[in-house]
Structures are given as C-alpha cells and as structure tokens.
C-alpha cells in the first residue's frame, strides 16, 4: 500500500491547486507518517503553510480555485501562529496550519522531501523534523487529545533511525504515477 494511495478525491483538488498556484506548504500529520514507513489509518490532510504575505495570497488564489471564498479576516488569521483552517468547513478532509510545535517553516521547507504524484509535486516533512515536532507535540501539556497518536507515530518513526534520515522507509515509494 502506498502512503498517498488512500487520499480523497477532495484532498487531490487540494494538493493539485496548492502545486498550481505555487503555494508553500509541507504535508505533515498522518500523511507523512505513512510516507516516511509507517502505513497508519489517517483520514484528513495535514498541511504546514508558511505565513508571508505572498504565499498566503496564493493560498488565497488557491482556495478560490477550490471553489471557496476566504474573508479578510481568514486571510489575516493565516498570517498569524497558531492557526488553522479547515476545508471543506461541512466535511473536513483538510487541516492548514500556520505553525507546528518544534519546528519552524524555513526549516521544514529548507529540508522538505518532493513526492511526484500524478503529475504534480508534493512537498512533504523530513523524518527528522516530523520526528523533532512529534516529540515537541508530546511533551506540550494543550495537545493531550492526539498525544496517544503521536506516541505511536513517534516509536514506529524512530525504529528506523539507523537510515539516513531524509530517505524512505523501506517498502516505502517516494514515486507514485
């Protein structure tokens, strides 16, 4: 099983008019669990979206594109830490954030890994990193409600730290068609 196999048609349209519309942004959460080894369940989108006033006038772009109109007062919100926007707002397949616990986006973007997937690039979280803001994730006392997942996610992750760490796991692909 792939780790992006199991995406929505809804997350697809997503990841395809991120890449269209050039927004900077890094798949986390779930995804890059399952893209970095480790095949958990996952049913939303993380995305990492990095807050400069152009990207998130692209994000901006993009979401139109999707069919969904972001007031003044979104688009101000997504220029700020600590913030997140789901989409769709009746059925949420998709979590923005605009910060992560541990990890800055300069950082995640400098050290991201590329995923070519039906035609488009997906930009996805190191294991290194994803590892640094699991265990941040863990140990921060407001984030008790997925702290179990984390755990989990956090023990698969570092079975494998004998690799080199920006590579998949094996039996993962980094190239899906």
């Not at 807050?51 to 139109?64: G, H, V, W, Y």
């Not at 997140?84 to 400098?110: A, I, N, R, Y």
Request: with cysteine; glycine share 4%; net charge negative.
């Amino acid at each position: 099983m792939e780790a992006f196999a199991i995406l929505r048609q809804t997350q697809q349209e997503f990841l395809r008019q991120f890449f269209e519309h050039a927004v900077a942004y890094v798949v986390v959460g779930g995804y890059a669990v399952r893209y970095h080894g480790c095949l958990r369940p996952t049913d939303d989108l993380d995305v990492f979206v990095d807050r400069s006033p152009e990207n998130i006038d692209r994000f901006c772009k993009a979401m139109t594109a999707l069919r969904t109109t972001l007031t003044e007062s979104h688009r101000l919100d997504l220029l700020k830490p600590c913030k997140k926007l789901v989409w769709p707002d009746h059925d949420p397949d998709v979590e923005c954030l605009t910060s992560m616990e541990g990890v800055e986006f300069p950082d995640v973007w400098q050290t991201r890994l590329e995923l070519s997937y039906q035609g488009i690039i997906i930009p996805i979280i190191s294991r290194e990193l994803l590892i640094q803001s699991k265990k941040a994730a863990i140990s921060d006392p407001d984030h008790l409600e997925k702290k179990t997942t984390d755990e989990q996610d956090l023990h698969q992750l570092t079975r494998f730290r004998g690799l080199a760490d920006n590579s998949p796991i094996p039996g993962s692909t980094s190239d899906i068609e």
